[in-house]
């Protein structure tokens, strides 16, 4: 498996088992997660939007909650499959070789 495929899969048992998870373990997760959907961004040339409609923004503010405000099993499992989603898409993508923003030429 590769790298993206483990954290996939990693981020669903995890959604499975929200109840169970410290909260080291869920920043972990998020924090990986953030990390690798910007990488793959970049990869293709996604901007960010860096607004509350940039799923990568819901994310971020998971990991920034953890520890101050506990979140309901039912958000961090809903978290870890938007997650999983967004990385699923962008390994899609990358798969076909698109490139989705401006690179400056026509």
């Known amino acids: ?33 953030v990390v690798m959907v910007r990488n793959m ?22 990991v920034a909650r953890i520890g101050t405000a506990a979140e309901t099993p039912e958000g961090v499992r809903d978290a870890l499959l938007t997650a999983a989603g967004m990385i699923r898409e962008l390994h899609i993508i990358l798969d076909k070789g698109n490139v989705i923003g401006s690179t400056g030429s026509p």
């Not at 990693?10 to 920043?27: F, I, P, T």
């Open 1 to 33: 498996m590769t790298a993206v495929n483990d954290l996939v899969s990693e981020l669903v048992r995890a959604a499975n088992k929200a109840e169970h998870l410290s909260d080291v373990e869920r920043k972990g997760l998020f924090l990986r997660t």
């Open 41 to 62: 961004r970049q990869s293709i040339a996604i901007p960010s939007a860096q607004s509350n409609a940039d799923q990568i923004v819901g994310l971020q503010l998971q």
